[in-house]
T-cell receptor, first 114, second 114 residues
Framework: NAGVTQTPKFRVLKTGQSMTLLCAQD?????MYWYRQDPGMGLRLIHY???????AKGEVPDGYNVSRLKKQNFLLGLESAAPSQTSVYFC?????????????FGPGTRLTVT | GDSVTQMEGPVTLSEEAFLTINCTYT??????LFWYVQYPGEGLQLLLK?????DKGSNKGFEATYRKETTSFHLEKGSVQVSDSAVYFC?????????????FGQGTTLQVKP
């Protein structure tokens, strides 16, 4: 049981390049999320999904796209990277019991855009 | 909108000292409240949670009580250890929605010195 895994762990991009971050979970969770973490700002929600084939915008969605073609995977894409997207990206998946959600986080991807 | 405010860090303590990290929130509906911990170079781990007013969450010697009257969820530990050095995040989930989205405070860094 690996929990939530993220690929890659580190990446350096040049401005204008594109990339996809992969998140995978083996807990059969319906809900998945992408956050970014910046110093002094906590974690901010980029996009999320409440089930296979669904996605929705979070607090800071501009410059990112996502897809949830399979229940266990949630992909985050950057079409044209900008230095402002230098950050640590965390994926999470969530169980739900009644109205209580509990999120489990991956180890993170550190992205630098030069 | 919903928000979480944590005390500024870093907090520096000697081993065996008493810890309090303040957290207050603004929310509509009936949010669940969480404390997450992030050790250096790692993802976030759930430390404890409380799902309704007056609930006390506890884990690994840490405690926090959901206080609706003061909209607070302060984290406490009676005797900290060097191994508790980490970043602590207070968070809430939207109490009126069905997405499980987390809203985080900015994080508080704790340094425990031997």
């Amino acid at each position: 049981n690996a929990g939530v895994t993220q690929t890659p762990k580190f990446r350096v991009l040049k401005t204008g390049q594109s990339m996809t971050l992969l998140c995978a979970q083996d807990m059969n969770h319906e809900y998945m999320y992408w956050y970014r973490q910046d110093p002094g700002m906590g974690l901010r929600l980029i996009h999320y999904s409440v089930g296979e084939g669904t996605t929705a915008k979070g607090e800071v969605p501009d410059g990112y796209n996502v897809s949830r073609l399979k229940k266990q995977n949630f992909l985050l894409g950057l079409e044209s990277a900008a230095p402002s997207q230098t950050s640590v990206y965390f994926c999470a998946s969530s169980s739900r019991t009644g109205r209580v959600y509990e999120q489990y986080f991956g180890p993170g991807t550190r992205l630098t855009v030069t | 909108g919903d928000s979480v405010t944590q005390m500024e860090g870093p907090v520096t303590l000697s081993e065996e000292a008493f810890l309090t990290i303040n957290c207050t929130y603004t929310a509509t509906g009936y949010p669940s409240l969480f404390w997450y911990v992030q050790y250096p170079g790692e993802g976030l781990q759930l430390l404890l949670k409380a799902t309704k007013a007056d609930d006390k969450g506890s884990n690994k010697g840490f405690e926090a009580t959901y206080r609706k009257e003061t909209t607070s969820f302060h984290l406490e530990k009676g005797s900290v250890q060097v191994s508790d050095s980490a970043v602590y995040f207070c968070a809430l989930t939207d109490g009126s929605g069905n997405t499980g989205k987390l809203i985080f405070g900015q994080g508080t860094t704790l340094q425990v010195k031997p």
